[in-house]
């Protein structure tokens, strides 16, 4: 981009110009999730709601914010994993969010 600055003053204006070069800095790459795209983490049924199960995370390599913040959210699927966790959107860490008592193990996705 090229710039001309010109001055006020009496008689014949004076100018001055410079080029300018502005890079874009652009939303490059995702989130990557470590140490792999799968999380394993046990709970047993009894525990309290608001207990600790996992805390994931992913790194972005992206320099310029806020292209480089991960946030977290569970995503609604058909099993019920969205109705008894819940995840904190800065931290990653996963939650119990309602009560685990089951008869059976049940994974949730």
Known sequence: VSILGTDNGPGTPR???LLLTISVQRNQGPPVFSPSQN???SVN???AIDTSVITVQAIDTDTVSPYGIVKYSIVATTSLGSFFFKINSDTGEVRV???LTLDDFTPYT
């Open 15 to 17: 100018t001055g110009s």
């Open 39 to 41: 999380f394993f983490a």
């Open 45 to 47: 049924e009894n525990v």
């Open 97 to 99: 969010k309602a009560a």
